[in-house]
């Protein structure tokens, strides 16, 4: 296990993302896999006001810092440690602290635009995409932000109408292309996680 590799887990807002790559350190070990969220290199918006930031367009490639996740996964792939961002969902803002990340053989990257990036696929030894229908991508968000990041209903509702699902169609759907891997159904689809589970132990034993 001396050689660092990228895994690229991208798919819409709610798809189950983040619960294939959980599911994945959880069979892997997490002594081994470091989880990289993309929403964490959200532009940080300090000079805007709440209404200003609230009305930004967190859906397209623009909204994330995008030097900064490239160049910390760089360091992560050669053996180095991070101090990864953390976000503040309910402000639009970079909180203060930062999380400290690095010394796992197994990076994996979760967000909905990571294949629409070139540079970072370039790097992925593994890209898949989370497919999972759009109404229940849509309860799945309405879920989350409520509960997780203070939002109510009626921004939820507007701000998906406005900006998720439209970019949702122009820029994450189409890096679908991309994926070498399609996993239906998200985290409960247990079959095609045991796949890449032996797939990254394939690529790790090959490369060692």
Do not use: C, W
Request: hydrophobic share 35%; net charge neutral; proline share 2%.
């Amino acid at each position: 296990m001396s050689k660092h590799i990228l895994i690229g887990i991208a798919g819409g807002t709610g798809s189950g993302k983040s619960l294939v790559a959980k599911t994945l350190i959880d069979k892997l070990g997490d002594d081994h896999v470091a989880m990289i969220q993309q929403d964490a290199y959200y532009n940080h918006l300090k000079h805007l006001s709440f209404a200003e930031r609230s009305s930004q367009n967190f859906d397209h490639p623009d909204a994330y810092d995008e030097r900064l996740l490239l160049n910390h996964i760089k360091i992560l792939l050669s053996g180095g440690t991070i101090e990864q961002p953390i976000y503040d969902f309910s402000q639009h803002l970079r909180k203060s602290e930062s999380k400290k990340v690095g010394g796992q053989v197994i990076i994996i990257l979760d967000g909905i635009l990571v294949l629409h990036n070139e540079q970072l696929r370039e790097m992925m030894k593994i890209k898949v995409y989370v497919d999972t229908d759009a109404d229940i991508r849509l309860i799945r968000r309405l879920q989350r932000d409520l509960h997780e990041r203070g939002r109510n209903i009626k921004s939820i509702l507007e701000q998906y109408e406005k900006t998720v699902r439209p970019m949702h169609l122009q820029f994450v759907e189409p890096s679908k292309r991309y994926a070498d891997i399609i996993i239906p159904q998200g985290g409960k689809n247990f079959v095609a996680i045991d796949l890449l589970k032996t797939k990254i132990e394939s690529i790790l034993q090959n490369e060692s």
